[in-house]
């Protein structure tokens, strides 16, 4: 008996797929700083953790497909705030930001349709898009200019009549590119010329440093019926455990289409929306507090990887990711060569490899994404590990 095709195919996370190196490590009594995946230190608002200290309901029954009446309602007010006007109708609470982009995907194409994608992209898209057979179409960008999108007739000679639709991150998850409105509008007008949807994945929308300014793709006037917006409490929140997003667009139909996907898997999660929504009216100074800090964690990383000869990073202007190129020839082997044999004082330091976040092959390979997401001391520590770890590596893998 054979398994899917879907199943074949789907893409292993390559976040964690090191991860039994750092098992092993860690068995062997050493301590990993793990700089590999987004799950933040910043703790989570204690207004959301009462919620689940407090939930009293006898019994935890269904709750509406679309989402809680009360966090919808609690959505349209935080969008508000963010200059972005909706109704309660043109949001639909999804399972996380993951089924969010299933659902989006899944309702502007069919099967073998294809998606044009900033590369390097986060990873799990690339499962996303196998679970609603359809195909990627990366469009590449540089290390060397910030992974800035390039001009308009190389995104324009990606289209093809399978493509329906153009995917960003902003801020970009694993580079950190914050998006600048001349750039959106640049994809818009290539959008409405062309009949494409923009679906926009706008989870770090906090994380915005250097008096940069995020853009939403729902900032833009008459384009409504093509603008789809993906969004989560993961990190906005600290709370990657709650597993609450959303989906949201003028698009009636869009919607009701939306709407249908959300029927057949039921509900999301009661408890966790009841305590996302008691995030809704969180004071300006709790992100700028959390923003002081990422950017102090940002500024950290970059000047020590200024510091190594040939490394290729342009400052990221948002998210709390770096991706540095490296003057080696394997970032997968110098990450499994930390993990497995190199430790100061008993400790080393685990990043994510970069070429999982390509689509085109053989891309990123002497790339790898390093997440700020430790204290600052933590950070300092594994930050000196990385760097003296490169250089013992660079002298014995030439």
């Not at 039994?20 to 989570?44: F, M, R, S, W």
């Not at 989906?247 to 289409?257: C, F």
């Not at 970059?302 to 948002?318: F, S």
Request: net charge negative; glycine share 6%.
């Amino acid at each position: 008996m054979k398994l899917s095709t879907r199943a074949l195919e789907i893409q292993a996370s390559p976040i964690r797929k090191l991860m039994p190196y750092a098992v092993q490590a860690k068995k062997n009594g050493i301590k990993v700083y793990h700089l590999n995946i987004g799950q933040p230190d910043i703790e989570t608002p204690q207004a959301m953790i009462d919620v689940y200290h407090s939930f009293s309901e006898k019994v935890l029954a269904y709750g509406p497909s679309q989402g809680l009446d009360v966090y919808r309602q609690g959505l349209v007010e935080y969008y508000a705030k963010q200059n972005i006007h909706i109704k309660e109708d043109e949001v639909i609470v999804t399972t996380a930001g993951s089924e969010a982009i299933v659902f989006a995907m899944s309702v502007v194409c069919n099967e073998g349709d294809e998606v044009i994608v900033p590369e390097p992209f986060y990873t799990n898209y690339n499962g996303f898009a196998t679970m609603a057979s359809i195909h990627l179409k990366p469009l590449t960008t540089y290390a060397e200019n910030g992974f800035s999108l390039p001009d308009s007739t190389k995104i324009e000679a990606l289209i093809t009549p399978k493509t329906k639709a153009i995917l960003l991150c902003n801020p970009g998850n694993p580079t950190g590119t914050v998006y600048s409105e001349e750039e959106i509008m640049r994809i818009v007008k290539i959008a409405r010329k062309h009949g494409l949807y923009v679906i926009s994945d706008e989870v770090y929308r906090e994380f915005v440093y250097d008096g940069s300014r995020h853009f939403s793709i729902m900032h833009v006037a008459d384009f409504e019926e093509q603008a789809i917006l993906v969004d989560s409490v993961s990190k906005r929140y600290s709370a990657c455990g709650a597993r609450i997003g959303c989906i949201v667009s003028k698009n009636r139909e869009l919607m009701a289409a939306v709407l249908k996907f959300a029927q057949a898997r039921l509900c999301p999660p009661t408890v966790d929306q009841l305590a996302a929504n008691a995030c809704v009216h969180l004071p300006d100074e709790y992100f700028a507090g959390i923003l002081s800090e990422y950017k102090k964690r940002r500024d950290l990383v970059y000047d020590e990887l200024q510091q190594i000869p040939g490394c290729i990073c342009v400052k990221p202007q948002g998210a709390f990711y770096i991706v540095a190129k490296l003057p080696i020839q394997d970032a997968e082997d110098f990450i499994i060569w930390l993990l497995r044999d190199f430790q100061i004082d008993n400790e080393t330091v685990m990043t994510a490899p970069a070429e999982g976040f390509y689509a085109t092959p053989g891309l990123g390979r002497n790339e790898l994404r390093i997440a700020y997401i430790l204290k600052e001391d933590d950070l300092r520590k594994a930050m000196f590990i990385f760097k003296n770890g490169l250089m013992e590596y660079m002298k014995t893998h030439a």
